[in-house]
């Protein structure tokens, strides 16, 4: 023990960092614990497709294709991907996406159906 | 650079998900938790199979790992060689090999799942002291595919906060790790210095500053 002695305080700081570290991770684990429990709506990311932002935000998707003017048909492009295919800036896309989940939720009358002809081949309805 | 990452994934699919296991499990640094559980909200979604993600996923894992074993086995082996020859310190170099043939196959196999951000260090160390590769390529099948199974099924359990669920799961996993570190640096200090006289204390000090 006094053989070590500059040896050892080296590792007392170190334990003290290392406690210091998973306190924080502690707190920031309950602190999602939390965020998950509350289920907040999570940020909208570039990585993500319509599909994934309609099942997040428990809206229908074809809300969000009107918001963003697209075909009502599946589309699995990223939000990145379609902003720059379409000229927007990824801030537009949020933007418009926002702006139809708010409207699509209580306070606003719930969305009526998908439109029907969803292929471009005709479907009669009468 | 995260959010560019990620966003290959979904165009790309199970391709893009082999090719970013084999580089997160080399050791580039990589969201593999987030990566996971996003591929298990696809799955929920009906976009992806469990299966094929599962196996994509793992046998990726599994062969970034190797990277590392071959790395310390056959570029890290000699040049640590060449080091003791100059420096000495062999039989130093000796008694690490031998604690870490005691303790290589739990470390192998949590490192896969529990600990993952511990996984490519473990790997470059095993090879570095020829831990048998039979040995380590059965601990990590078992523990890529233990991991690959929690992890999409927690994405496709919780599929619509796959980014809260991730982060959860990363802070966990540092907590874990955190423990663990605190546990081994407190024992070394409390109760190896003094000769068990103390050992209690650092159990405690540990359990209770969690």
Redesign the interface.
Known sequence: MTRTRPWRKVLIALFVAVVAFTGYHAVRTVSDAIYWNAHRDEPIERWMTIGYVAHSYHVPPHILHQALNLQPAPDHRTLGRIARQSGRTMAQVEDKLTYAIVHARPPYPPPGPPPRPLQPAPSPKP | MT??L??L???YGLPALFGAMVLAAAGMPFPSSLTLV?MG??V??G?LSFWPVVFAGATGAIVGDQIGYAFGRYGGRPLLAAVTRRIGGAEKVEQAEAYSRKWAGWGIFFSRWLIGPLGPWINVSSGLTEYPWLRFIALDVAGEFLWLLIYVSLGRA????????A??LG??T??IV??L??GL??W??FAK??NGETAPESDE??AT??
Not at chain 2, 159 to 165: A, E, F, K, L, R
Request: hydrophobic share 40%.
């Open positions: 959010e560019q990620l966003e994934l979904t165009t996003v909200s696809f929920a979604q976009e919780f599929s619509d906060q796959v980014q809260t669920i982060s959860l802070n966990l540092w907590v955190g423990v570190v605190a640096l407190g070394k200090l210095s003094s000090r540990t500053k969690r």
